[in-house]
Every structure is written in C-alpha cells, then in structure tokens.
C-alpha cells in the first residue's frame, strides 16, 4: 500500500470539501409543527420565523418548504440572507396571510339607532365587528388618490370570494359636480352644489366621505365630508385637494362612500370609527371565513441579499405592500399568487415617504410605495436600490388597493441596466382604493423588461413608464382606461430625456372611448420609443397620442378598427409654452442627466441636438410600414408633423383569418404583405400570459 498516494488523495479530498460549496439544506414548517423540533419533514417548525432563524445559522442554500395551510403572520416576513428559498411543499395550497379570521366575532346588530338607517329587508345579514371587544386595532378612512402618499389601506374586510367593498352610492355611476363655491385649493375647504335627493337620507354624516374625479380626468381624490347644507344643496368637505375643485365636463363627477343608509347590498361594509366598529351585510352561510386586514408592513420584505426565490405560495389580506425588495440581486417570485392586499402587489426597489412622516421614520427605508410619483417627479435621477436580475415570474396578482408591480432599478445618471423583469403575470383589477396612476406595472430606473403579461380590468393606466432603455412586448392588454380621461394604456411623458423604450408585439385592444383615451401615450413631449408589431384593436379614442415629442417611431403595427389611429399636436407651441422655457421642466430634465455629455450623447446621438432648431415643433415622428384597417381618420393632426410612407390603409379585408380576433394571424398569401414593403408577420402565438 502506498501510503504516499492515499495521503495526497485524503487531502485532495479535504481541499475540495473545504472549497465546495455546503450541501443544501431544507428546513420544512406546518402548522402542526413545533418551533422546537428539528425541522425535518417529519419533524416540522411551526412557524415561518424560527425557520428564517435556523437558516441564519446554516451555510450555503437552504430550502424553506411549508407545507399546506393558512399561515396568520404575527409580525412581517424579513429575509436578509442570500440563498435563500421560500416555497410550498410538492404543490400543496399554502397562503401566508397578514389578515385575521373574524367571523365567529361577527354579531347581529341589535343597536336601533342604526338598524333603522338600513333597510329591513337586510337587517338580518346585518353585522357588526367591534375591536375593542376583541382586542382588535381599527384603522380609519385616509383621503387617497392623485398626489397623495400611498400608504397601508385602512381596516378592510373580506371573504373566501374576495375583498368586500365599502358603501357607496351611486353604486356603479358617479354624480356631475355642480357649482362650485369654493375650488378647495392652497388650503381653503371646497364647497360645490348638487342637484339630486340622495343626501336628503343621510341622518349621520360623521363618516361619509366623497370620491371621484374633481378636477382633471385624470387624477382620483378621495376625501371626506364637513357639512351638507340640504336647503342650499351644498357639500363642504373637510379637506383641499391638489388641482381643487371644478365643473363643466362631463368626466368630473363624485360619489359617497361609508355611509350607514347606503349599506344596502350584501357585501358591502362601513367604517364607524368612533365606535370602533365595523358593519357589514353578508350573508355568513354562503360565505366561507371572514377576513380582517391587519398588518401595514409587507408580508415578505427581503432586504440586502442576493439568491432568493419565493415560490408557489398565495399572499393575502394584509393593509400594506405583498412583497418587498430592496437592494437585491437575482430574487425572484414566482408562482405565485397575490390578491386582496390594501397596497401593492410587488415593489421591486424602495418608495418614498418623507423624513419624520407617521408612515415611516426614515425615508431611505419606507417599505411602501409613499409619495414615489411625487419623488420622480421633482428628482428624475431618483434611485430606488432596485438591485439587479430581480424578477416577478408566472404570478397572478389580483384584487389589490394601488397597483400590481412597482419595477423599479437601475441608474439613470450613468445609464447603468438593472435587467429587472416581470414575465408571464396576469395582473388584473388592481385599483380597488388607489385609482389613477397606481398601475398594473410601474417601470422605472433604466433597462427593466415586462414580457408576456395579461393586463386588465382597471378605471386607469396598464403601464407607466419612466427611465430608459425599458422593453414592454408580448403584452395582452384590455378593459383599461375605463374611468378616466386624457390618459392611456402605456402611458409615460414630460421628460425628453427618458429615451431608448420599446413597445413590441403587444395586443392593446377594447379601450374605454368614453372619454379621451390612448392605447400608447406619449405626453409633453415625450420622445424617442419605437412601437413596433403591435396590434392596436378598438384601442380607445386615439389609439396613438403623440404630444409635442420628437423621434417617436411606429412600424409594422396594425391599427384596426378606430374613428383615430394616430393624434399628433404641436402643444408646446400653445398651452404647452411653460414646459419649453429656459429652466423649466424639460431643461432642468435635461440639464440634470447632462444630456450633451457620455453617456447620454453617445446612447442618443440626436439628443445634444435637442434645443437645435424649433423645439416646440414636433419632429422626426416616423410612421412606416403599418397597416391601417376600417380606421375612420388616420392621422388627427397636421401630417406635416409627421413622416407618414410605406403604410397602407384600407377597408377591404387585408387578409385576417378572423377580424374580430386578429390574434389568429393571417391567411396564406394575405394581401397585407404585398402591399407594405417589408411587413414583418408578427409572433401571435407568443403574445399573452400563459398561465392556466
């Protein structure tokens, strides 16, 4: 025997031990476990905390595997720690949930007093919840909507079917603002008239509230009540809103919620803070379990580290945000489902709230979106420690309060990518509390990409978009923009410099037209994306906006089945003036980037050129090789803006298999092919979320 072999051999062995990484550990968790047992599959952790615990202490990846059941988390879910995997045991049902079950603390409502502001009829669904009974904390109404921080939702109730809704009248519609008194802007309270007999009812006003679009089409309120002078027929709400309030269109128009006499429908509830209660008509023998929102914090937050999935579990019922990441690296949801949250369903990078505000100490840590529309508004170099390779997979995100996916990452100074992601989700009915720019996915930062995606079922925007270099393609997008106007599907703008976006084989179809709606919107001035391989079908008003901007790029999309294709103007010239100036918005934007200075003038070597000539012109807006089918008017506008060849128009069938679902393709040999130079067929069968 070779005693010098085997030595050499024995301490190979212990060198490629030591340099190997460690095996991979699982630590499993029921709801039948113990947090003093070992963790095995058979011996189970009980809960979620101890797991993360004990997994602090391991090296290397460890596996996370809960079996099935209904998790209620005492406190948020914190990973710190790379290699980390979080998921379901062999497809078992597991839901993490930031709510509690109530509905053994639900009583009949014995109180006359407000039996008899309900209807009889429903007296017998007629319940209350009372937290001081229960040791329960009631979070009260707060005013939400354009401008306004989006924090953690107020207490909320809801069902095995989804989330309940608070009284509201009218029920489906809104009620036109009538004179105005007073706007309620720079701090005064506004007052308006009304002409209906609806208020007449309404005994205590203590907890009503009005919502709608007061001003502009496109920014929701949400405030509440001071007085109604019946005689007069005028409201005074008790707090200002940012752009006031106004009369004479037909979209600014407001609608109560909270009162006691319009619980009137099972499902519904209210909110009667004084008492500390809730009271809800629900008929508890076709219901299920009812569950109260709880926790603000986000269910799982994962700070810091790199190498974590989250897989196959549902997150449920809390007040704040589902999943949290900042300054992350190839984390990754996947399979998962998110629905009735109060807040957002995703953010990948931090919000912002401002130092010293109740929502949260510190701004650089607020674990909520916060007031991060306001944030990159005032600062476009704004940057969210998104991390990078982050991505949200095969995820279904439903029945959330403000917004599906927050995809933030990336650095705008140095036009640095993060590669963050969002792929094969279907995100739908997103804005039950926030309505207007709280989208099914934000994007923002520069080089993000959102693939394949269902979008849908939403009174504004499908994606909003800020940053550079981003990528929306194979999209399925309908049933947005049904509340508001002046906005569009994709929507981004205001800022030349946010250039190099792609909107690709997207299928932008059955768009509200009941006020001025867009499929892609590219507002003050907005320049620079390339749309091309879409598919836009009766896609609102004005399929295509282009305000003022420069550069913008269409070819080989199809346009059918609109009274507009293409609305082009020349705003900077007239009531765009302001946006132009010498240090105004879009210099300042400009100036701030360094746009004649690497890396911007080597990325887009026209922008060092952008003050050159007539700004206030729209220019270099090229519109090539796209069909144009049974379109009322191709282009509103002056075509002078516009470089317009090689496309095709034409109400003669141009050879789909079948108009009324272009995604079924082309014939054979279709003429559309031969009429457009270079028309490239598009990949229908890729477009849309593949998830069952």
């Not at 729209?618 to 002078?640: A, R, S």
Request: glycine letters at 10%.
């Amino acid at each position: 025997m070779n005693w010098n072999i085997i030595k050499k051999c024995l301490l190979t062995g212990l060198l490629l031990m030591a340099l190997s990484p460690a095996v991979s550990r699982e630590i499993y968790v029921s709801l039948r476990g113990s947090d003093k047992a070992s963790g095995s599959l058979k011996q189970p952790l009980k809960t979620l905390h101890e797991a993360l615990r004990r997994a602090g202490q391991e090296r290397g990846q460890v596996d996370i595997v809960l079996r099935g059941g209904m998790y209620h988390l005492q406190q948020p879910v914190v990973i710190r720690r790379d290699q980390v995997r979080l998921r379901a045991y062999r497809g078992e049902q597991v839901v993490l949930s930031g709510g509690k079950a109530v509905k053994d603390c639900l009583r009949r409502v014995k109180d006359a007093s407000v039996l008899e502001r309900v209807e009889p009829r429903l007296h017998k669904y007629l319940y209350e919840l009372d937290f001081k009974k229960h040791g329960l904390a009631l979070s009260d109404i707060h005013a939400v909507g354009f401008g306004r921080a989006s924090i953690p939702a107020w207490s909320e109730l809801f069902t095995d079917e989804g989330p309940l809704s608070l009284s509201r009248w009218p029920k489906d519609s809104m009620v036109l603002i009538g004179k105005v008194v007073a706007a309620g802007k720079e701090g005064e309270l506004p007052i308006f008239g009304y002409s209906i007999d609806r208020p007449a009812r309404w005994k205590d006003i203590s907890g009503l509230w009005i919502a709608g679009y007061f001003a502009h089409g496109y920014a929701d309120d949400q405030i509440k009540v001071k007085s109604i002078d019946q005689e007069q027929k005028l409201i005074t709400a008790a707090q200002s809103t940012n752009y006031g309030f106004m009369t004479g269109a037909k979209f600014r128009r407001w609608y109560a919620v909270n009162q006691l006499e319009e619980l009137d429908t099972c499902g519904e509830y209210v909110i009667d803070k004084l008492h500390e209660k809730i009271y809800t008509c629900l008929d508890l023998k076709q219901k299920g379990e009812v569950y109260l929102s709880v926790m603000d914090a986000p269910l799982i937050s994962v700070i810091d580290c790199s190498d974590v999935r989250v897989e196959g579990l549902t997150l449920a019922y809390g007040r704040g945000v589902g999943v949290y990441m900042e300054r992350t690296n190839r984390v990754v949801v996947q399979g998962c489902t998110i629905r009735d949250m109060g807040s957002l369903g995703v953010s990948i990078g931090k919000g912002y709230v401002e130092e010293g505000s109740p929502e949260a100490p510190s701004a650089a840590d607020s674990k909520t979106v916060g007031l991060l529309q306001r944030i990159i508004y005032d600062d476009i170099l704004f940057n969210r420690d998104g991390g990078q390779d982050n991505g949200v997979v095969d995820c279904h995100i439903h029945h959330v309060g403000g917004g599906g996916v927050s995809l933030g990452g990336g650095d705008r100074r140095s036009l640095t990518p993060a590669r963050n992601y969002v792929e094969n989700c279907r995100i739908h009915d997103f804005n039950r509390i926030e309505k207007s720019y709280k989208p099914g996915v934000w994007i923002d930062g520069v080089g993000n990409r959102v693939t394949q995606c269902d979008i849908y079922n939403a009174p504004s925007m499908a994606i909003l978009l800020h940053g550079n270099d981003h990528v929306i393609e194979y999209c399925d997008i309908h049933d947005v923009c049904s509340e508001i106007d002046d906005q569009g599907a994709i929507y981004y703008g205001r800022d030349p410099s946010e250039l190099g976006n792609v909107v690709r084989y997207c299928y932008l179809h059955h768009l509200a037209e009941v006020h001025r709606t867009t499929g892609v919107y590219h507002d003050d001035g907005a320049c620079g994306m390339e749309v091309y391989g879409n598919i836009f079908h009766k896609a609102g008003s004005m399929p295509s906006l282009i305000g003022g901007g420069h550069n913008n790029r269409y070819h080989g999309n199809i346009f059918l089945c609109s009274p507009v294709a293409i609305h082009v103007d020349a705003r900077m010239q007239n009531w765009g003036k302001f946006m132009i100036q010498p240090d105004a918005v879009l210099d300042k934007r400009l100036k701030a980037v360094r746009y004649q200075e690497p890396p911007y003038s080597t990325a887009y070597p026209w922008l060092p050129d952008y003050w050159k000539g007539d700004a206030s012109k729209p220019h270099g807006n090229v519109i090539e090789g796209n069909l144009f089918y049974k379109i009322g008017n191709l282009v509103d506008g002056k075509t002078e803006w516009l470089e317009l060849y090689n496309n095709w128009a034409t109400n003669d069938n141009p050879g789909f298999v079948d108009e009324e679902n272009p995604l079924k393709g082309f014939v054979k040999n279709a003429p559309v092919f031969e009429r457009i130079r270079g028309f490239e067929p598009i990949a229908f069968d890729k477009i849309g979320c593949r998830l069952k």
